[in-house]
């Protein structure tokens, strides 16, 4: 399953990646496609089996605080927005951590991580002039090896505290403020999220650049954390935004969870994964965007949706035309749009290919230069497109081996109109395949 890893049509940005027996568990916010506003009155659970990471499954809805199609509000203090939410195993029970817009959030539970869950309690503390009231902004949980659990939370300033067995409730003494530091250089904003690995213990976050997750490490769940760097940054060639995810190992291999923005706003979310590294010393190298989410490669001669897309640049994003159609729009002399990666193979004996790209016409024309690697690659060939909308192509050279590909729109608009067609939409890319 290429990025984004969820089917086409789902929204679902925060997302925490939890293996609970042999089975990966995705919990997160709820995005809609035309929302003015981030995330949604209920959250929803995805799953995939350890053994095959690209077969997900939807367990419906698992909490909600309004009304709706498959249930009845789990909450009777507030009908306010859901967002990123946290699942952790406790002595074979599964506690969803829910944070509320505006009202205390609540713990709910389940005898099983797919849900549904049921109220359990609002938050329970005893600390004076707490800066949020008791909403405890994203939380991220910590079961620890000994079994003592422990709650971090923030939104421009980070705090934590450490729960009793009932886990809702907060231990006397264990809160402590400012536990990742808002100046440089962790420049702490939201989206805690805990994570133990060996004897070292994580925080993956958003700092106040907000399209990146950082990561800090300390020897305790209660710090000192120290700044390592940055894990993934979603603005990097494309349209940015918040971030919110984390780490989970899924057969050996480590991944980042994180979301994309689409649709043209910063509020309709798409989670994406890549695969990243744990070296010795603890650090984590910064991993690009790609296409792949959770497969080793692309496949050129299969039909490759636009909107897998990891490079866009020039004001070009992708857009949702309805449950099918998820094409890249915006798209006007000079943008730039990126797969990463193709694996072409190595037959030889090609000189030649016929690459075919379905396309929206705008009215305008103009040529697709078609380059491996980088917008200033080799250039394959130039593929020519008119007013109408339909399939074109052409014949471009072969490619062997593993490469990302390029897409470079021109106009082919010239002389006494050429400035005033700079800015026009030329044309929507769909989809594309080559054959050999």
């Not at 505006?102 to 005893?126: H, I, Q, R, T």
């Not at 008791?134 to 939380?139: S, V, Y």
């Not at 991993?287 to 909107?307: H, K």
Request: proline share 6%.
């Amino acid at each position: 399953m290429a990025n984004p890893y969820l089917p086409r049509w789902e929204y679902i940005p925060d997302g925490e990646p939890r293996v609970f027996g042999d089975r990966i568990y995705v919990y997160g916010s709820h995005d809609r496609v035309d929302s003015i506003d981030f995330c949604d009155y209920k959250l929803k659970v995805w799953s995939a089996p350890v053994s095959d990471p690209t077969k997900w499954v939807c367990h419906g809805d698992i909490f909600r605080t309004r009304d709706g199609n498959d249930g009845a509000s789990d909450v009777d203090w507030t009908d306010n927005l859901l967002f990123a939410p946290d699942v952790v195993e406790c002595e074979g029970r599964y506690y969803l951590y829910a944070y509320i817009v505006g009202a205390k959030g609540c713990v709910a539970v389940s005898d099983k991580p797919e849900g549904p869950f049921k109220l359990l309690s609002k938050y329970v503390y005893n600390v004076e002039n707490h800066y949020d009231d008791g909403t405890f902004i994203d939380p991220g949980v910590l079961v620890d090896d000994d079994g003592r659990v422990y709650c971090y939370c923030g939104y421009q300033g980070s705090y934590m505290c450490e729960l009793k067995p009932n886990m809702y409730e907060m231990v006397d003494g264990s809160y402590k403020p400012a536990i990742i530091p808002v100046e440089e250089p962790h420049r702490f904003f939201e989206a805690c999220s805990p994570r133990k690995v060996g004897d070292t213990y994580y925080m993956i976050y958003s700092p106040q650049i907000g399209s990146r997750l950082d990561y800090c490490t300390a020897p305790s769940p209660t710090g000192p954390f120290t700044y390592r760097g940055t894990i993934v940054d979603n603005g990097v060639d494309f349209p940015g935004g918040n971030n919110h995810g984390s780490i989970c190992s899924i057969n050996g291999q480590w991944y980042i969870f994180y979301h994309r923005m689409t649709n043209g706003t910063i509020m309709s979310r798409r989670g994406c994964v890549e695969r990243i590294e744990i070296l010795p010393d603890g650090t984590i190298p910064q991993v690009e965007m790609t296409s792949l989410g959770f497969e080793e490669s692309l496949d050129p001669y299969q039909p490759t949706y636009a909107d897998t897309a990891c490079v866009l640049k020039g004001g070009c994003f992708i857009t949702e035309m309805n449950v099918f159609e998820r094409p890249v729009v915006n798209i006007t002399d000079g943008c730039v749009l990126g797969w990463k990666y193709f694996d072409f193979g190595e037959d030889h004996a090609s000189k030649t290919m016929q690459l075919r790209i379905k396309i929206g016409g705008m009215g305008s024309r103009g040529r697709i230069r078609v380059l491996l690697d980088s917008e200033d690659g080799e250039e394959l060939g130039v593929i020519q497109f008119g007013e109408d909308s339909g399939v074109i192509g052409g014949r471009v050279k072969a490619a062997t081996g593993r490469h990302a590909l390029y897409f470079v729109i021109e106009s082919g608009y010239d002389g006494w109109f050429a400035d005033e067609m700079k800015g026009r939409q030329l044309l929507n890319i769909h989809e594309f395949v080559f054959m050999k």
